[in-house]
């Protein structure tokens, strides 16, 4: 099966800060005939369902602040939080869906407010 | 409005069987893949099982393998989740989750609250 990884595994970042997730794969998640990497970012906070922020690596789903920014391609992938709000401390987790499941979960990081 | 909603945890036993089901509204369900993903206490999520938009595609965790059968009724816009042989570590909350797109191989978009199940020797 396919592993993901994530680091770091919790950081704490200040209000109005940058805050960088990284993601691998240990196989490539990018699918030559439609050059698309199948990887996306969730943002889950204490008790409630993940919530997706990032699809297609780097396309931001529908009503997620322009803060939020997915990058890479291939194997290796970064969450970008440009900006960090108080309403951002949540675990995030990239997830691959690519080819054959099971569609992988990496182990998640936790951000909180320095 | 897109909506899912979770019904059928409880406390079972170890070797019991629950069925899990998931009401979805407010979209064509027949156009989309469906998926369970679960969360055990304090963990992170695993992807459990998926099924395709017609029923026809079912895929599943090795860990849940043999044991769980996912299932949809298009005409019900439900969805099912058959847990039997229930063990200890099958405790969690379970979500049902909706495809993105409408083509196998997506992100989920809508997630429901989530069921907790829990599995008791």
């Known amino acids: 099966d396919i592993v993901m990884t994530q680091s770091p595994d919790s950081l704490a970042v200040s209000l109005g800060e940058r805050a960088t997730i990284n993601c691998k794969s240990s196989?490539?998640?990018?699918?030559?005939?439609?050059?698309?990497?199948?990887l996306a970012w969730y943002q889950q906070k204490p008790g409630q369902p993940p919530k997706l922020l990032i699809y297609w690596a780097s396309t931001r789903e529908s009503g997620v602040p322009d803060r939020f920014s997915g990058s890479g391609s291939g194997t290796d992938f970064t969450l970008t939080i440009s900006s960090l709000q108080a309403e951002d401390v949540a675990v995030y987790y990239c997830?691959?869906?690519?080819?054959?499941?099971?569609?992988?979960f990496g182990p998640g990081t936790k951000v909180d407010i320095k | 409005e897109v909506q899912v909603l979770e019904s059928g945890g409880g406390l079972v036993q170890v070797g019991g069987s629950l069925r899990l089901s998931c009401a979805a509204s407010?979209?064509?369900?027949?156009?989309?893949?469906m998926s369970w993903v679960r969360q055990a206490p304090g963990k992170g999520l695993e992807w459990v099982s998926g099924i395709n938009n017609s029923g026809g595609t079912t895929r599943y965790a090795d860990s849940v393998k043999g044991r769980f059968t996912i299932s949809r009724d298009n005409s019900k816009n439900t969805l099912y989740l058959q847990m039997n042989s229930l063990r200890a570590e099958d405790t969690a909350v379970y979500y049902c989750a909706k495809d993105l797109l409408t083509t196998w191989g997506s992100a989920t978009d809508y997630w429901g609250q989530g069921t907790l199940v829990t599995v008791s020797s």
């Open positions: 997830q691959r869906y690519y080819g054959m499941p099971p569609f992988t």
């Open positions: 407010g979209f064509t369900f027949s156009s989309y893949g």
């Open positions: 196989q490539s998640l990018l699918y030559s005939s439609n050059n698309k990497n199948y």
